[in-house]
């Protein structure tokens, strides 16, 4: 069946690099997009971006000074990296597979 | 940037009631909208797609409706497992943009 889960850092410091994996399992990458949504403590939802079947990508124009997505297709992971963090980036980071297939998330604090 | 506006923010309803929430976006989205429904704790679950299609195994209970930039998501005879967020979000053209959400309580 198909699966995401998302790995990374519970605690990043301020200004720090945010680095997080989504790793797919019964999904192409090279037939499917992969989107990142995250979610603050307590407030809605947030996408941030997606990779594309094709590799290219799109991003939330909020964010999109800060953010990259790329993948490894050979190992079926997905990457997100967001430099110059911030309190405010604290959140809930979930990968998803067009609205079907979603991760249980990853909780990231941003805090010294 | 599009921007989707959900109402209302939160709503009570007693079990076997019909509730209604309402997502509307700022331009023209055709039917490229979905629902979700979260629980705390929970990842977001697909509920309805294009606008009006069920997703696979959601009760018939829930139907959603609506074409541009009114949407509508309808909840007959209310459960007491419905008690949840509910997102509407734009699909298949990027910015995949999510509604603010409504909150849907049980008395």
């Known amino acids: 069946q198909v699966q995401l889960k998302e790995s990374g850092p519970g605690l990043v410091q301020p200004s720090q690099t945010l680095s997080l994996t989504c790793t797919v399992s019964g999904l192409s990458l090279t037939s499917n997009s992969v989107s990142w949504i995250r979610q603050p403590p307590g407030k809605g939802l947030e996408w941030m971006g997606v990779i594309w079947s094709n590799g290219g990508t799109d991003y939330n124009s909020a964010i999109k000074s800060r953010l990259s997505i790329s993948r490894d297709t050979s190992k079926s992971q997905v990457f997100l990296k967001m430099n110059s963090l911030q309190t405010e980036d604290t959140a809930m980071y979930f990968c998803a597979s067009k609205g079907d297939y979603w991760g249980q998330g990853v909780m990231v604090t941003v805090s010294s | ?107």
């Open chain 2, 1 to 107: 940037n599009i921007v989707m506006t959900q109402s209302p923010k939160s709503m009570s309803i007693s079990v076997g009631d019909r509730v209604t929430m309402n997502c509307k976006a700022s331009q023209n989205v055709y039917n490229n909208i979905a629902w979700y429904q979260q629980k705390p704790g929970q990842s977001p679950k697909l509920l309805i797609y294009y606008a009006s299609n069920r997703y696979n195994g959601v009760p018939d209970r829930f139907t959603g409706s609506g074409y541009g930039t009114d949407f509508t998501l309808t909840i007959n005879s209310v459960q007491a497992e419905d008690a949840a967020f509910y997102y509407c979000q734009r699909i298949y053209n990027s910015p995949f943009t999510f509604g603010s959400g409504t909150k849907l309580e049980i008395k």
